[in-house]
């Protein structure tokens, strides 16, 4: 089989990346060994306007978000699936602290978020909050069967465990198994970090700081489910009573199983803000993934110094929802020769 480039992995990057050089009429192969704890599986796929201790926006938000949007409407009218939702998110301050610094904040943060007083309910508001309109979050399941139906409509997919090992290069090519292709492009995630279970391979040198982060799947009786909560932790609607919850960072147990301290962290976290006694909450499901995290929490995109066609792209983290889009447009752009690499996104050792 030859093609013009062999995707390794179909999380979030390989799924846009692939989607992008489809949609450029490039022959492609995504293989993907399905892995149910894989971080795209596994996450949540929170889009927040303003997050951490500092309340800010994502980098290059305004484009990112405005692209994200447009990818994911166009692809769910493509795929006839819907995965990319609308939910405003309320940001409960949990200190006077938190509340000052938001008063604090410029015009500019403005545009993100409004201030709330009080919520009805079994939310404990000592503090006060804000409400992001801009909020979202994607299915990451249903989209990456989306994008894997489309991949097998075109005969660019297969399942397959992949191993540097089978590679071969020569004469400008790269061959692995049966295949034989222009590019190589590495979408691997924390295993593609050295950050799973001690994978990893020719990108293991790349700075990195991977975590584990554990999600509980719960029943929530009587709580509003068209917003999403966030104080220590979140709380996000699923509907029908089902929320997702989370989450925890563990930079030491880099692996995909469940822990019965992560469950605890996370329900602790919750507790902090949520009457218990007034709201009912049931553990349905518990789950794990690796977050790839590298530089800045920015994701990379760019080729191996020593192997001109073995790329890479990588390190979407926590708001891969959001930047995948774009970095995926941008990288294919790239391959594509309709662009140089972008500098800020570009991978260096």
């Not at 492609?28 to 500092?54: W, Y």
């Not at 139906?149 to 061959?175: K, P, Y």
């Not at 995290?293 to 990379?300: A, E, F, L, T």
Request: charged content about 25%.
């Amino acid at each position: 089989m030859k093609v013009e480039f062999l995707i390794i992995g179909q999380g979030l990057a390989g799924s846009t990346l692939a989607v992008e050089l489809l949609r450029r009429g490039k022959s492609v192969l995504v293989v993907d060994r399905q892995d149910a704890g894989s971080s795209s599986r596994v996450a949540a796929g929170l889009v927040t306007p303003l997050t951490g201790k500092g309340l800010n926006p994502g980098w290059r938000q305004d484009e990112y978000l405005t692209r994200a949007d447009a990818y994911y409407r166009g692809l769910e009218k493509e795929s006839g699936r819907k995965f990319y939702h609308q939910t405003p998110v309320v940001r409960l301050f949990g200190t006077e602290k938190e509340h000052k610094k938001w008063q604090g904040k410029g015009a500019s943060h403005n545009r993100w978020a409004h201030d709330i007083e009080r919520i009805e309910g079994a939310i404990k508001v000592d503090h006060g909050g804000i409400e992001m309109p801009d909020g979202a979050w994607l299915d990451t399941l249903v989209f990456l069967q989306a994008v894997k139906d489309l991949l097998l409509d075109a005969g660019a997919w297969r399942e397959g465990h992949f191993s540097q090992d089978d590679v071969v290069l020569e004469g400008g090519q790269v061959g692995w198994q049966d295949v034989t292709a222009d590019q190589l492009i590495l979408c691997q995630g924390a295993y593609g970090l050295n950050g799973v279970e001690n994978e990893g391979g020719w990108f293991r040198d790349v700075p990195h700081r991977s975590a584990k982060g554990e999600i509980l799947s719960l029943w929530v009786g009587g709580l509003d489910e068209t917003k999403r909560y966030h104080c220590h932790g979140w709380l996000a609607p699923r509907g029908g009573g089902m929320w997702k919850a989370g989450a925890n960072y563990d930079w030491e147990n880099l692996n995909s199983t469940p822990t019965e301290a992560g469950k605890a962290e996370v329900l602790e976290k919750l507790r902090t803000w949520l009457d218990e006694d007034a709201v009912p909450m049931e553990v349905i499901e518990h789950e794990a993934g690796v977050r790839p995290i590298i530089r800045n929490s920015r994701p990379v995109i760019g080729f191996h110094p020593e192997m001109p066609n073995v790329g890479f792209f990588n390190g979407l983290g926590s708001k891969g929802s959001l930047m995948a889009p774009a970095v995926a447009d941008s990288f294919a752009a790239f391959l594509c020769g309709e662009c140089e690499l972008d500098d800020e996104l570009a991978l260096k050792f």
